[in-house]
């Protein structure tokens, strides 16, 4: 199928692709017609190879893609997506002569929305605002998806005041960032599929406190069980937010590797209780000292 789909495109069939998918291991057997995984790590597809893989995945449903280091543009990352969206499978896939007009409705695209479970974007930097938008397009649409690795993605931040000169233009930009980190937020919190999504990756993001707090009402509303914030400079009071999400009934993971907390664990500590769902809590290279550590024993439940 991928064969073909190059074949049409008049595009070069990249041969990474079909050896993955020609190795049996890679194909589920308990439902035929789908591919487990593909692993397209440090890839440098041209865009006829993206719009011939899209067009692909659009056909065949694949439960984990890895994208790592991929050299993906916004445009890629959109044709990539909109192909992981229109996946279906076979008992999704209408058959001739056998479909009311209501069972097709009941059958539509959007109720399925694809069949993808994991997707790796980690160290795309040339993803920048409108990549953004696709991606928390992508998980407000997605049914299926249940992990998703957007580290070293550095999260688009607010445009500095200019001069007055060039008043117009900067109220423009400035709308516009307000809307990603608001869009950041209603993308979690309106999911289709609501709870389904249970592992966020954010790793190295460069994410200011103020959208901390909007990720965290984001994830809190949605229900998403796993969430990584490593290496992401944490101050006080995007501590605060994180401990909101402590506080919770929904967190179960939590990953603040490589940020300083050796002043502000305060708010983290404070946020555990009794009843917590959290059983994984990774606090590596966080420079605290032992006092810290004795202090967070004290408070940690039991």
């Given at each position: 199928m991928y064969r073909r789909c190059c074949h049409l495109r008049e595009a070069p069939v990249l041969k990474r692709i079909s050896e993955q998918l020609g190795n049996p291991k890679n194909l589920s057997t308990d439902q035929p017609g789908v591919v487990t995984s593909l692993d397209l790590t440090g890839s440098r597809m041209q865009l006829p190879d993206i719009v011939c893989l899209s067009d692909w995945l659009a056909i065949v449903p694949v439960k984990r893609i890895l994208l790592q280091d991929a050299n993906l543009t916004d445009e890629a990352v959109r044709i990539?997506?909109?192909?992981?969206?229109?996946?279906?499978?076979?008992?999704?896939?209408?058959?001739?002569?056998?479909?009311?007009?209501?069972?097709?409705?009941?059958?539509?695209?959007?109720?399925?929305?694809?069949?993808?479970?994991?997707?790796?974007?980690?160290?795309?930097?040339?993803?920048?605002?409108?990549?953004?938008?696709?991606?928390?397009?992508?998980?407000?649409?997605?049914?299926?998806?249940?992990?998703?690795?957007?580290?070293?993605?550095?999260?688009p931040q607010p445009l500095k005041e200019k001069s007055s000169l060039m008043a117009e233009p900067q109220e423009t930009n400035a709308s516009q960032d307000v809307d990603i980190e608001e869009l950041l937020a209603s993308s979690l919190a309106t999911r289709i599929a609501g709870s389904h999504l249970e592992e966020l990756i954010l790793a190295e993001c460069s994410l200011t406190s103020g959208q901390i707090g909007s990720l965290v009402d984001g994830v809190t509303a949605c229900g998403l069980a796993r969430l990584g914030l490593a290496n992401n400079r944490l101050t006080l009071e995007g501590m605060a937010h994180v401990a909101r999400?402590?506080?919770?009934?929904?967190?179960?993971?939590?990953?603040?590797?490589?940020?300083?907390?050796?002043?502000?664990?305060?708010?983290?500590l404070k946020a555990f209780h009794a009843n917590s769902p959290l059983w994984m809590l990774s606090l590596a290279d966080c420079n605290l000292s032992r006092l810290a550590w004795h202090h967070s024993s004290r408070h940690s439940p039991d």
């Open positions: 990539i997506l909109a192909g992981l969206l229109a996946a279906k499978t076979c008992k999704h896939v209408r058959k001739r002569g056998k479909s009311s007009p209501t069972r097709l409705r009941e059958k539509s695209p959007r109720s399925t929305a694809g069949m993808i479970e994991k997707l790796v974007l980690k160290n795309n930097p040339k993803i920048t605002q409108a990549g953004w938008r696709h991606i928390l397009h992508f998980l407000n649409m997605s049914r299926s998806i249940k992990a998703v690795d957007l580290s070293q993605l550095p999260f999400y402590v506080a919770s009934d929904v967190c179960k993971g939590l990953d603040l590797a490589g940020n300083n907390l050796t002043e502000i664990l305060g708010p983290m």
